[in-house]
């Protein structure tokens, strides 16, 4: 199965700065379709993931601006350019490129 | 929406049968997935299934003991799972959309295995 390496772990962060996660893939995630396929996901306490991203670094629609996705081949970063109080929870990276699809451990922010 | 039930308490190799009940879009035109979190734990994808029910797939340590279904007439996924075990544990959640696009989840159900 393909590992999914985030870091930090656990990430506190004040308001208003900026936030960055890591997540490293122990093999290419690029498809045969020439996509690639690593989604990030938020889950806030005592609910279900929501998807922020989809193919890298497309936003899924109502997810604000100041998330943004990069990263190709292994390498993958979630970017948060001002931290509000809604983004607590734990953030998730998932690759869908190599079966079965596969998770990171998850980055807990909180706030400072 | 995806409203997920059926978890509850069960003794080690028992069974249960999760539903997933669909609303508000074309369910029939759909991927979907059962996904699970340990209390506590990361994520763990369980199954998926294509659009027409024609090609499924589950993960090796469900393989054999767990069935994904789908009723594209009543808009309901299934996950039919005998031979609980302890470490089956978690809250099972139905979400939409391929491995390569899974979009949206529901709020999951509870599933614990213990004696």
């Known amino acids: 199965d393909v590992v999914m390496t985030q870091s930090p772990l656990s990430l506190p962060v004040s308001l208003g700065q900026p936030a960055s996660i890591s997540c490293r893939s122990s093999q290419s995630l690029v498809y045969s379709d020439g996509n690639t396929y690593l989604n990030w996901f938020h889950q806030r306490p005592g609910q279900s993931p929501r998807r922020l991203i989809y193919?890298?670094?497309n936003r899924d629609s109502g997810v604000p601006d100041r998330f943004s996705g990069s990263g190709s081949g292994t390498d993958f970063t979630l970017k948060i350019s001002r931290v509000e109080a809604e983004d607590v929870g734990v953030y998730y990276c998932m690759q869908g490129t190599h079966w079965p699809p596969t998770f990171g451990q998850g980055t807990r922010l909180e706030i400072k | 929406q995806l409203v997920e039930s059926g978890g509850g308490l069960v003794q080690p190799g028992g069974s249960l049968r999760l539903s997933c009940a669909a609303s508000?879009?074309?369910?029939?035109?759909?991927?979907m997935n059962w996904v699970r979190q340990a209390p506590g734990k990361g994520l763990e994808w369980v199954a998926n299934?294509?659009?027409?029910?024609?090609?499924?797939y589950h993960v090796e340590s469900v393989r054999g003991r767990f069935t994904i279904s789908r009723d594209n007439a009543k808009n309901s996924l299934y996950l039919q799972m005998n031979s609980l075990r302890v470490e089956d544990t978690a809250v099972y959640y139905c979400?939409?959309?391929?491995?390569?696009?899974?979009?949206?989840w529901g709020q999951g159900t509870l599933v614990t295995v213990s004696s």
């Open positions: 193919k890298v670094s």
């Open positions: 979400v939409r959309g391929s491995v390569w696009n899974p979009d949206f």
């Open positions: 508000g879009f074309s369910f029939s035109s759909y991927w």
């Open positions: 299934l294509k659009h027409d029910g024609s090609g499924e």
